[in-house]
């Protein structure tokens, strides 16, 4: 099982990047999948979640609006659109995928909001 997440990096305030994690060894469709960060100092937080089929999806209070996620089951792969980055986005993300009993993280990826 492994979950690779890529489109980390730094960017200034205003700006957007994309993330994608891309997923195998497992049910893809099946699973509800979610990303989470982590600021330095702070606990892990839940960012957005999707459902198996997509028809679902809910975020956080402090990126509604500016985040959007989707996914491509036919690429076994979660998105993650960061619009109008703030300097608080700044984190370690995660992608995680979730389904009954079965948990699965990816190792994560910086993004640095900085000008």
């Known amino acids: 099982v492994q979950l690779v997440e890529s489109g980390g990096g730094l960017v200034q305030p205003g700006g957007s990047l994309r993330l994608s994690c891309a997923a195998s060894g497992f049910t893809y469709s099946a699973y509800a999948m979610s990303w989470y960060r982590q600021a330095p100092g702070k606990e892990r937080e839940l960012v957005a979640t999707i459902t198996g089929t997509g028809a679902t999806t809910h975020y956080a209070d402090s990126v509604k609006g500016r985040f959007t996620i989707s996914r491509d089951n036919a690429k076994n792969t979660v998105y993650l659109q960061m619009n109008n980055l703030k300097l608080e986005d700044t984190a370690v993300y995660y992608c995680?995928?979730?389904?009954?009993?079965?948990?699965?993280w990816g190792k994560g990826l910086l993004v640095t909001v900085s000008s």
């Open positions: 995680r995928g979730l389904w009954t009993l079965y948990d699965y």
